[in-house]
T-cell receptor, first 110, second 114 residues
């Protein structure tokens, strides 16, 4: 069955700490992968996406993710988090509407 | 450019009733997807509409139905409401034919079934 799983449900970091959020997918077709972010009180918005080519993709606000096909993973990273990165992060994999992970709540302490 | 809008913002219904939720796509988008997001979970795909036809469906019963109109706006209808239908309902629009289905989400409608 197609699915997306996120391992970390709640992460607490101090500012300037490095971040890595795990995402694994199970899908047999062409893989397009996304990370979405939902800041408090705001809509879900796209953070970055992988379509093809370079497996290391860069998104907004200094985030990046690496597609590792052999591990079925698409982990999100940021070298140094800021308080403003406090949000919920969702990994997603199409087709069509897409399959979302359960989300990771990131709380960055100032 | 106008973003995705949804109405109403909040809604309270009684078990067994029917509800209609509405979504206006972002300008220029031709595809609409609906999601159900229960508390503490990620969005669950309900269905997608493209050119006024259903273009894929998740694991939801037939009492969840939808429409897409010529202006690409959309409705989600839920019949015979159950308590478990209480959730945030998200609409997302995209432009099919641009390769990736990069979706733009609305603010959602919070449905409470009592």
């Amino acid at each position: 069955a197609q699915s997306v799983s996120q391992h970390n449900h709640h992460v607490i970091l101090s500012e300037a700490a490095s971040l890595e959020l795990g995402c694994n997918y199970s899908y047999g077709g062409t893989v397009n992968l996304f990370w979405y972010v939902q800041y408090p009180g705001q809509h879900l918005q796209l953070l970055l996406k992988y379509f093809s080519g370079d497996p290391l993709v860069k998104g907004i606000k200094g985030f990046e993710a690496e597609f590792i096909k052999s591990k079925f993973s698409f982990n999100l990273r940021k070298p140094s988090v800021q308080w403003s990165d406090t949000a919920e992060y969702f990994c997603a994999c199409p087709p069509q509407g897409g399959y979302f992970g359960s989300g990771t709540k990131l709380n960055v302490k100032p | 450019e106008t973003g995705v809008t949804q109405s109403p913002t909040h809604l309270i219904k009684t078990r067994g009733q029917q509800v209609t939720l509405r979504c206006s796509s972002q300008s220029g988008h031709n595809t609409v997807s609906w999601y159900q997001q229960a508390l503490g979970q990620g969005p669950q795909f309900i269905f997608q509409y493209y050119r006024e036809e259903e273009n894929g469906r998740g694991n939801f019963p037939p009492r969840f139905s939808g429409l897409q109109f010529p202006n690409y706006s959309s409705e989600l209808n839920v019949n015979a409401l159950e308590l478990d239908d209480s959730a945030l309902y998200l609409c997302a629009s995209s432009l099919r034919g641009q390769g990736l289905n990069e979706q733009y989400f609305g603010p959602g409608t919070r449905l409470t079934v009592t």
